[in-house]
């Protein structure tokens, strides 16, 4: 079955490193893969998608890395701020699949200390 | 445009009772789905609709779970008889267009059955 692991429950960094989560996937081959942010008490709210054929993708302070082969995305937040800390969830996408083919990992919950 | 509208926000009641969670989507968007959300569990998809009609419902926990779109603009989820297990956050979603896109989440009700 199609399996989505998150690294560890809880990530804790100090204000201003580099922030790295990790996405692995089994049992997919997923032409997309998103990246959402959820904070306590609210929905999920879209950061980023990467396809298959990118390599890598930023936005602002955010950069997400996507490799087919190893079947792994990473999630880096540079410059990292107390406002970041937040959960981030993966969600890898089948090709060809409706989107209800979303299925999202556990997420990885990031505390930024000032 | 305010974004995915659930009801309630919150919920509580007793087991074997009727629960029905509401949600209006963002006006445009084709595509709606309800997932539900556990700290054991993490974000489960469990059923979408395209257009209205409901395309996957495979992971509706069991027959006490129904799911209704009746127009674009509305959708329910009801849970009879309801049960403790039940107890989790249900949060809606719409998107618009094929695959792949973002899914823009509502508030999420959160539903305690005791």
């Known amino acids: 079955s199609q399996k989505i692991e998150q690294n560890s429950e809880a990530l804790n960094i100090q204000e201003g490193k580099t922030a790295t989560l990790t996405c692995n996937y089994t049992n997919y081959s997923p032409a997309y893969l998103q990246w959402y942010r959820q904070d306590p008490g609210r929905g999920p709210v879209f950061l980023l998608l990467?396809?298959?054929?990118?390599k890598e993708k930023r936005k602002e302070r955010l950069k997400v890395t996507f490799d087919t082969t190893l079947k792994q995305s990473l999630f880096h937040i540079t410059a990292s701020q107390p406002a970041d800390s937040a959960t981030y969830l993966c969600a890898p996408q089948n090709y060809g699949g409706s989107q209800g083919n979303l299925i999202f990992g556990k997420g990885t919950k990031l505390s930024v200390k000032p | 445009d305010a974004g995915v509208i659930q009801s309630p926000r919150h919920e509580v009641t007793e087991m074997g009772q009727e629960v029905t969670l509401r949600c209006k989507p963002i006006?445009?968007?084709?595509?709606l789905f309800w997932y539900r959300q556990t700290m054991m569990r993490g974000l489960e998809l469990l059923i979408y609709?395209?257009?209205?009609?409901?395309?996957?419902d495979s992971g509706m926990p069991e027959d006490r779970f129904s799911a209704k779109m009746p127009n674009a603009s509305f959708s329910t989820l009801k849970i009879q008889p309801s049960e403790p297990r039940d107890s989790a956050v249900y949060f809606c979603?719409?998107?618009?267009?094929?695959?792949?896109?973002?899914?823009?989440f509502g508030e999420g009700s959160r539903l305690t059955v005791l």
């Open positions: 609709f395209n257009n209205n009609v409901p395309i996957d």
């Open positions: 006006s445009g968007h084709n595509s």
């Open positions: 979603a719409s998107s618009f267009g094929g695959s792949p896109g973002e899914l823009f």
């Open positions: 990467i396809r298959e054929n990118e």
